[in-house]
């Protein structure tokens, strides 16, 4: 599989991706670890069809799914198991676990059909409404595919999550209307994703593409992502993050936060994102802190970046507070090394670079190169707009005279 990797990393150097995946906001792997999946794949195959699943939309195939995987996770350690979940058929799949360990180091799990959850709230009685499908301690899990995965979430917008992954990879998929992120990623390490469709309509409330906290070594490309809130979030603990080839719309943009909520520490450095395009989307490059919190954002990039009619193509924003009603308070998440260069196209908003940074804490070395934003109609020209941030700019359009040296 081809690897993209970002050709210019600002401060410090982007660590060996290894592979890693994870299926979905609805699919939780938690406590996975090893290997990727290998080129030979060695028996025994098993398809849920014939463990008992019926694959018409509307039969329960949970212990089917579960049934196969009981013969999947049982086989020896010299063998790659593989479950196969057919093309051509739709699965519904009511909240259930894969549990591991399994006796093989290395799983395989092609995803060729659909898999939809439970429509209806009642549905969900006496399952925790936060967990669809979950992997639990499975080593050396690959899945792929091109089937698709839908979290019907349209009924209800509730909270799916995915934890502790290690050295997995996923591509292939289509992802659409998880009940909230599509894909989260917690406390992982080397994380590979490629080549994913993801989508929810532009108005869903909370249905980021890819959610990442207190994890490592990710890589997100060549995936298009277009839904109601953030494209990827990247919040805290998240270090050596690389997103490229990534197109972005509808959705809130490629956001680094948000970070310091409720007063809270969080910390973010090494975040990369290049080659991305943001069509229509409501923010581009924005990194966001809520006032109040502590810790650092630092050492982030973004580069080489295609804009077609963006809302706040550039922004950071120490003052986020989404409902309106916050108080003035003086400590804040440190921002700091941070380069926005290569940005060219047009903005829907006349301040296209908005740089908006504590009194006290401000934000320090912010620098701004090669920029060319201009107005996507012939009514307004682009202008923009500092508050308390140091750092330079240099043939930048608009101009950033505002930055403090």
Not at 2 to 14: A, D, F, L, N, Y
Not at 132 to 161: C, H, P, S, Y
Not at 244 to 255: D, E, M, Q
Request: some cysteine.
């Amino acid at each position: 599989m081809e690897r993209r990797v970002s050709p210019t990393i600002q401060w410090g150097t982007w660590p060996p991706v290894a592979f890693l995946y994870e299926l979905y906001s609805s699919i939780i792997f938690m406590v996975c670890i090893a290997a990727t999946f290998g080129s030979g794949i060695s028996e025994p195959i098993v398809n849920v069809l014939d463990s008992g699943a019926v694959g018409d939309g509307a039969t329960d195939d949970s212990q089917a799914f579960l049934k196969a995987w009981e013969t999947v996770c049982g086989a020896a350690s010299d063998t790659t198991p593989t479950l196969i979940i057919p093309e051509g058929k739709t699965f519904l799949l009511k909240p259930l676990t894969f549990e591991g360990p399994c006796g093989s180091t290395t799983i395989h799990v092609q995803v060729g059909g659909d898999i939809i959850a439970p429509s209806e709230l009642s549905d969900w009685d006496g399952f925790d409404p936060e967990n669809w499908i979950v992997f639990r301690d499975v080593n050396g899990l690959t899945v792929d595919g091109n089937g698709q995965i839908d979290g019907k979430g349209a009924k209800w917008w509730e909270a799916l999550m995915f934890s502790g992954c290690n050295s997995l990879t996923v591509s292939g998929l289509r992802h659409t209307n998880s009940q909230k992120s599509h894909i989260s990623i917690t406390e992982c390490d080397n994380v590979f994703i490629s080549s994913l469709h993801i989508s929810a309509p532009e108005d869903s409330p909370n249905t980021d593409g890819i959610d990442i906290s207190r994890s490592t070594n990710i890589l997100i490309n060549n995936t298009f992502i277009g839904t109601g809130d953030d494209c990827v979030a990247i919040n805290n603990g998240s270090a050596y993050i690389n997103i490229t080839w990534v197109t972005c719309g509808p959705g809130h943009g490629i956001s680094v936060g948000s970070l310091g909520k409720d007063g809270e520490f969080n910390v973010v450095e090494e975040i990369h994102v290049e080659h991305c395009t943001f069509n229509g989307s409501d923010n581009g490059a924005r990194i966001k802190t809520w006032q109040g919190g502590s810790g650092y954002a630092k050492k982030i990039t973004y580069q080489d970046i295609t804009l077609i009619n963006t809302d706040n193509p550039i922004f950071i924003d120490q003052f986020y507070c989404p409902d309106d009603d916050c108080n003035n308070k003086t400590s804040a998440v440190n921002v700091s090394d941070v380069l926005f260069a290569n940005m060219y196209g047009t903005s829907e908003v006349d301040t296209a670079i908005q740089l908006l940074c504590n009194g006290i804490f401000g934000c320090t070395n912010v620098r701004v190169e090669n920029v060319n934003i201009t107005a996507s109609g012939s009514d307004f020209q682009t202008i923009s707009s500092c508050e308390n941030a140091h750092g330079s700019s240099s043939n930048s359009n608009p101009q950033v005279d505002c930055l403090l040296s």
